[in-house]
């Protein structure tokens, strides 16, 4: 049942980001006069759809995107059956700076999916875990990991990684991820002075991402009148250090310390004002279980139109460079392919977001849509990258070339395609519990 949910997630996913990847295509070449013989959602047979000037509007049977022909394209068959061919409306006759418009379309057109997501979570408002947000102050360090042998602790503040200034958790666990089994500088803050300290990572887990053992501090972000926590002097805004002999990695490490206090006094270690604070607290029965009566601390995030535009717009250009230098760091060698998602991982967290709720599936498409997008403008054909540089390079030297030249570009661009496909395979098949142990 749950392959099931995951695989129709997926097509919905997949179906939105390439139907509006198209559309991009389509709408430019519309606009500019071209015939376009199909207009598709989904490809296979023709269940139904309508005429639109020349164009067959479609709904086809296989939900997976969709698709445009164009008169004059490489694999254009269509053109014998049209009696005004020679008219200049079919694509190659048309300028390159037209030709160059639409095939970049269809990437801006996900860059504006990514967007409008994000523009429409930015107005309604949104909850996030405020660690994420909050200024890189260690809240757990791991026994034996490498920041525990590098003699980091709970409270130190990182500053800068490889020179490179952090100010947020966010930040400072990429920065870390993208640099698996290296020596990684951190600049760290501690009693109001700063000092660099050389941590190596290491790549433990299937993604082989980088990984200190630090966790990010987790904060009070409410306190029921009257319960526990508030009667033994807890704040808002306390970092929670350690319930017990159990140190606070996330927030919820903490209600299965309290359950297995049966009612017993816990020692807690906070983090106040840059001072460790000790304390005592009871838990008590409140509605049928033991608690002490702290929220966890989100940020809500909500804005007005062109303010949640303007940081949905800046959103996604971070995390086009995020995925840029991801991209470097996978073609050099320092980030292992097994970091990547596929068709397998996408229609897994498709699955899962799904069940979280709509809101989840669509910040899933908004992600995984602004990766489409940059991806298909690598300079390798057949994406949308490679036919704009044949464009660009024809421009350069003033003519076209020939039939024989764009298909071994286009062959050679498909060859390395297939390989890149089998990486992505590997690398989802590499997580799996089925295969994933007898492969390296």
């Given at each position: 049942m749950e392959i099931l949910s995951n695989l129709q997630a997926f097509i919905i996913v997949l179906g939105i980001i390439i139907f509006v990847h198209e559309f991009g295509h389509f709408i430019t070449a519309k606009a500019f006069g071209m015939r376009v013989f199909i207009f598709s959602f989904g490809f296979g047979r023709r269940l139904l759809g309508f005429k639109w000037g020349d164009t067959d509007c479609r709904l086809s049977l296989i939900p997976l995107g969709g698709y445009v022909k164009l008169e004059g394209e490489a694999d254009d068959h269509l053109s014998e059956?049209?009696?005004?061919?020679?008219?200049?409306?079919?694509?190659?006759?048309?300028?390159?700076?037209?030709?160059?418009?639409?095939?970049?379309?269809?990437?801006?057109?996900?860059?504006?999916?990514?967007?409008?997501?994000?523009?429409?979570?930015?107005?309604?408002?949104?909850g996030v875990e405020a660690a994420l947000y909050d200024r890189p102050i260690i809240g757990a360090v791991e026994a034996a990991s490498p920041a525990a042998q590098a003699d980091l602790h709970?409270?130190?503040?990182?500053?800068?990684?490889?020179?490179?200034?952090?100010?947020?958790?966010?930040?400072?666990?990429?920065?870390?991820?993208?640099?698996?089994?290296?020596?990684?500088?951190?600049?760290?803050?501690?009693?109001?002075?700063?000092?660099?300290?050389?941590?190596?990572?290491?790549?433990?887990?299937?993604?082989?991402?980088?990984k200190i053992g630090v966790a990010p501090l987790v904060r009070v972000g409410s306190l029921s009148?009257?319960?526990?926590?508030?009667?033994?002097?807890?704040?808002?805004?306390?970092?929670?250090?350690?319930?017990?002999?159990?140190?606070?990695?996330?927030?919820?490490?903490?209600?299965?310390v309290v359950t297995r206090s049966a009612g017993q006094p816990l020692a807690l270690r906070l983090l106040r004002d840059g001072k460790i604070v000790e304390m005592s607290v009871t838990p008590r029965q409140i509605?049928?279980?033991?608690?002490?009566?702290?929220?966890?601390?989100?940020?809500?995030?909500?804005?007005?139109?062109?303010?949640?535009?303007?940081?949905?717009?800046?959103?996604?250009?971070?995390?086009?460079?995020?995925?840029?230098?991801t991209l470097g760091r996978l073609l050099n060698g320092s980030l292992s392919p097994k970091s990547m998602m596929g068709p397998l991982g996408i229609a897994k967290a498709s699955g899962e977001k799904a069940r979280e709720g709509a809101g989840s599936l669509f910040f899933l498409i908004a992600i995984i849509s602004l990766q489409v997008g940059i991806l298909n403008l690598f300079p390798l054909a057949p994406l949308d990258g490679g036919h704009l540089a044949i464009l660009l390079a024809e421009g350069v030297v003033r003519r076209d070339f020939s039939g024989t030249v764009k298909a071994w570009i286009m062959n050679a661009g498909a060859l390395v395609m297939f390989l890149l496909i089998g990486v992505v395979l590997y690398s989802d098949l590499s997580k799996t519990s089925w295969l994933g142990k007898y492969l390296p």
């Open positions: 059956d049209v009696s005004a061919r020679g008219d200049g409306r079919d694509f190659t006759s048309r300028p390159r700076w037209q030709r160059f418009l639409v095939y970049v379309a269809g990437p801006v057109m996900n860059a504006v999916l990514t967007i409008s997501v994000m523009t429409v979570f930015h107005m309604k408002g949104f709970p409270g130190d503040e990182i500053r800068a990684i490889d020179g490179a200034r952090v100010s947020t958790w966010e930040e400072a666990l990429y920065k870390i991820w993208i640099r698996p089994d290296t020596t990684v500088r951190l600049r760290i803050l501690r009693d109001g002075h700063e000092s660099d300290v050389e941590v190596h990572s290491t790549s433990t887990g299937p993604e082989k991402a980088g009148p009257g319960a526990p926590a508030e009667l033994a002097g807890l704040k808002v805004d306390d970092g929670i250090l350690q319930v017990g002999d159990q140190p606070v990695r996330a927030f919820s490490d903490i209600p299965p509605d049928g279980a033991p608690r002490l009566g702290i929220g966890q601390k989100t940020v809500i995030r909500r804005f007005g139109l062109f303010r949640s535009i303007e940081e949905s717009a800046r959103w996604a250009w971070g995390q086009t460079r995020t995925t840029i230098e």
